[in-house]
């Protein structure tokens, strides 16, 4: 019988145990197209599967991995062929199905699309569902009607994966970016991605007042808690905030005031059920406006045998930019 190396997450008595160990490939979940997988990465809610901080993963034993770039190897959706390139994000992926820290995947070809033209596999993987969802979030700000002129834009988490993508985008798009940090250190670095200012995070650790003095336009929000519900009491008259996150908490201690008084408004952003048509244009305008240079500056790479150890460091905050997994 054929195995695969995975990463394995198995329930016992005592808790949840995590390691490396060969899958029967018998096991494979359901789906009409089987990938083997070349690289994925780390995502936060990677961090939150590995170290079972938070409910992610849903069904046991699981393989962890939301995102996943690799070859077809058998398909019998007529949309994939073996060779062909493609990349997974979500779905459920590293929750309820087998996911992508791992050799060999079976998935449902609905859930693949197709390697955007121009990006390699490994970047790819740079950008996965973080900086996926950093241009959901850039997408969701401009359906809003808002652009450059309007204002600034802050980025709150900057230097973690979703914030990274986010600085670089939004710059590029002719932003005044204002990166939010508890890392002071890296502004440098922020810098270098675009970012006009940096603000230290602890200006929005503390209760928010229901208003207060008129900062920016828009904003990228991967934190929550007390940072969204000040982000949203600074913002300008008119502006939106775009809500992926909860780095620093799920609450939202806010008052109605940023949106009866200011016309605020909240916009809420999901990766992992959006569908295929947006994921394509968020991709595709990926592929063409993220300058591959600052992906490279953002980026490092692992062996999928330090994915465990780098997973526990995602959850405290630990992680600069974006971790390519290497598997084969
Ligand atoms: P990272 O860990 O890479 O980035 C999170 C950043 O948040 C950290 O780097 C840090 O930035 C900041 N942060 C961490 N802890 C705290 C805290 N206690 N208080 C304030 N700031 C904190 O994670 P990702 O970029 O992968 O994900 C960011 C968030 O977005 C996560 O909550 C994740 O679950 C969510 N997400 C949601 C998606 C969706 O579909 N809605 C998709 C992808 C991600 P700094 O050091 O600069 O302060």
Same mark, same amino acid.
């Given at each position: 019988?054929?195995?695969? =190396? ?12 995590? #390691? ?24 936060? =809610? ?5 170290? #079972? ?15 996943? %770039? ?19 994000? /979500? ?26 033209? &121009? ?25 809003? /009607?808002?652009?450059?002129? +309007? ?32 890392? $002071? ?27 207060? =003095?008129?900062?920016?336009? *828009? /904003?990228?929000?991967? %934190? &929550? ?13 008119? #502006? ?12 939202? $201690?806010?008052?109605? *005031?940023?949106?009866?008084? +200011? ?53 405290? #905050? ?11």
């Amino acid at each position: 019988m054929s195995t695969f =190396k995975a990463v394995a997450i198995d329930k016992t008595e005592a808790g949840q145990t995590v #390691g490396i160990r060969a899958f029967d490939e018998a096991d494979l979940m359901d789906g009409d197209v089987t990938v083997r997988v070349s690289h994925s990465t780390l995502n936060y =809610k990677d961090g939150l599967a590995i170290t #079972g901080k938070a409910p992610v993963v849903r069904r046991f034993p699981m393989i962890p991995g939301v995102d996943l %770039v690799g070859t077809v190897e058998a398909s019998s959706n007529p949309e994939f062929k073996p060779g062909d390139a493609v990349v997974l994000n /979500g779905w459920g992926l590293g929750e309820t199905h087998l996911g992508a820290y791992a050799e060999k995947v079976r998935v449902r070809g609905d859930w693949l699309i197709p390697l955007p033209q &121009g990006l390699s596999p490994l970047q790819a993987m740079a950008i996965g569902t973080a900086g996926y969802t950093a241009m959901l979030c850039m997408m969701a700000l401009e359906r809003h /009607g808002l652009r450059p002129d +309007r204002g600034p834009a802050i980025v709150t988490g900057a230097v973690g994966g979703v914030g990274s993508v986010a600085v670089a985008l939004l710059a590029k798009a002719g932003w005044h970016v204002i990166a939010s940090t508890g890392r $002071p250190e890296e502004a440098d670095y922020l810098k270098g991605l675009g970012a006009a200012e940096i603000l230290d995070r602890s200006e929005f650790s503390g209760p928010s007042r229901p208003l207060a =003095k008129e900062r920016w336009a *828009a /904003g990228v929000d991967t %934190v &929550g808690s007390t940072t969204l519900a000040n982000v949203l009491a600074m913002s300008k008259y008119g #502006g939106a905030i775009a809500a992926c996150g909860l780095a620093g908490g799920m609450d939202l $201690p806010t008052t109605v *005031a940023p949106f009866i008084l +200011r016309n605020v408004a909240l916009l809420g952003v999901d990766s992992v059920m959006a569908p295929k048509s947006v994921r394509i244009e968020a991709w595709n305008r990926i592929a063409r406006e993220l300058d591959h240079d600052k992906l490279a500056a953002m980026t490092s790479t692992i062996p999928l045998d330090q994915v465990l150890e780098a997973g526990k460091r995602i959850v405290e #905050g630990k992680i600069k930019g974006r971790v390519v997994v290497e598997i084969a």
